[in-house]
């Protein structure tokens, strides 16, 4: 039996249990708590398996039907890559520092589609998930994880063919290439941060959902996505290198087209404003999970 159908067989285990006085509780809630205490780190290692099956569901259920399939995770980046080259590059004339603008939109916005599906997905993580929330003792961090990998999964496509788009444009990454998985690293625990934050607040309030949409859009243009970070004058560089996704999407495109470097000081800012998130986000779902699962 592969590790797919392992997994899932532990997911969907209790259904199959027989139920009684003598068997089982009355009230499945209160064994799944009792079993796996919310939250708990060591149960999200100890059912690693369930995680990458639910990991491979989300990811297989985006592309099982659409007709492109796997190709929309290249031409989804690409085409907002291409509007935004269009406007931003020809008409309004935005500086790349270097580097040809369309590759270096295309790093940001390959890099932002992890920030922003992860955070949409997460958002709605205890609705979507609860059937298999109820059902399993899971934990409920699971379906916020899984949102991130998947993400991941996507960006890693879409960052591979942002350096094969320099390499004809002209770029030359060098060594700094090494670099990359660090940085989609960050971004990824960054993201899990966020997720996990979103996924406990939409949980408890479900109304903050609605400014999800509007929250990931403001943090994009406040992000170097679409211009480099060198635009923002020298004496905001230190307050802007606390949103973590500045540093880091400036330091993929040193590593993969051969940007200017980024500062340093601002870049450790940045990586620690990520570890922040990261911290934050999780000690916020693990304070609110339990409210959160009351209104499932």
């Known amino acids: 039996m592969d590790l797919d159908c392992r997994a899932w067989h532990q997911l969907h285990l ?17 064994l799944i708590r009792r079993a796996h205490p919310p939250g708990r780190l060591y149960a999200i290692w100890d059912q690693r398996e369930a995680l990458m ?22 031409l989804q980046p690409a085409l907002q890559a291409v509007v935004f080259s269009l406007f931003f590059g020809l008409l309004v004339r935005v500086p790349s520092d ?13 890099l932002w589609h992890l920030v922003q599906h992860s955070a949409s997905e997460g958002a709605n993580a205890f609705i979507s998930a609860a059937p298999l929330l109820r059902q399993t003792p899971m934990p409920r ?19 591979f063919i942002a350096v094969l788009a320099g390499l004809l444009f002209g770029t030359h990454p060098g060594w700094a290439l090494l670099m990359a998985p660090l940085f989609v690293a960050v971004a990824l625990l960054a993201s899990l941060g966020l997720s996990a934050l979103l996924a406990a607040l939409c949980g408890v ?8 949409p509007l929250g990931l859009q403001i943090l994009m243009f406040s ?74």
């Open 141 to 159: 961090l699971y379906p916020v994880l899984a949102a991130s990998l998947s993400a991941t999964v996507d960006a890693t496509i879409a960052l």
């Open 205 to 212: 309030w479900r109304d903050v959902r609605q400014l999800v």
């Open 98 to 110: 270097g580097t040809p603008y369309p590759a270096m939109v295309f790093t940001g916005v390959a």
């Open 53 to 74: 099956a639910l990991t491979f569901r989300q990811i297989r259920g985006r592309f099982a039907k659409p007709v492109i399939g796997l190709a929309w995770l290249i």
């Open 223 to 296: 992000s170097p996505v679409i211009y480099p970070a060198s635009l923002i004058p020298e004496g905001w560089q230190k307050l802007y290198a606390l949103n973590p996704f500045s540093g880091i999407i400036s330091g993929l495109r040193w590593s993969l087209l051969g940007a200017p470097s980024p500062d340093l000081v601002n870049l450790g800012i940045s990586i620690g404003s990520a570890m922040a998130l990261a911290g934050l986000g999780l000690w916020t779902f693990l304070a609110l999970e339990g409210r959160a699962a009351d209104e499932l």
């Open 14 to 30: 209790v259904i199959s249990v027989p139920t009684g006085p003598d068997l089982m509780p009355a009230s499945p809630k209160r």
